[in-house]
């Protein structure tokens, strides 16, 4: 089990800049890969970046060139840059931990950051 509390969301004027926080209650070392997904009212739960334990990232098309996941093993902590924000990137974003074992996978969330982006 891990507790995932993310942090940093909040209302934005298009254009502007972000970044998240996400901090687990046991190391990040020990799951395969983190990641950040979003969900927008109405809308399916969609992945937004990962990256994986030995540091290997995976982009949205949507937020390539926009976006920046991190990771600070020592602090366990994941983060997410976002810069040049759009109202589309308006959604609630969730922490996640993946952790596969054998033919078992098993994912863990955090509780959900708001983020929107308006004039």
């Known amino acids: 089990q891990v507790q995932l509390v993310e942090s940093g969301g909040g209302l934005v004027q298009p254009g502007g800049s972000l970044r998240l926080s996400c901090a687990a209650s046991?190391?990040?070392?020990?799951?395969?890969?983190m990641g950040w997904y979003r969900q927008a009212p109405g809308k399916e739960r969609d992945l937004v970046a990962t990256?994986?334990?030995?540091?290997?990232?995976n982009y949205a098309d949507s937020v390539k060139g926009r976006f920046t996941i991190s990771r600070d093993n020592a602090k366990d902590t994941v983060y997410l840059q976002m810069n040049s924000l759009k109202p589309e990137d308006t959604a609630v974003y969730y922490c996640n931990a993946a952790l596969a074992r054998g033919s078992s996978s098993f994912n863990y969330w955090g509780q959900g950051t708001q983020v929107t982006v308006s004039s």
């Open positions: 990256i994986t334990s030995v540091g290997i990232r």
């Open positions: 046991r190391s990040i070392f020990s799951f395969n890969s």
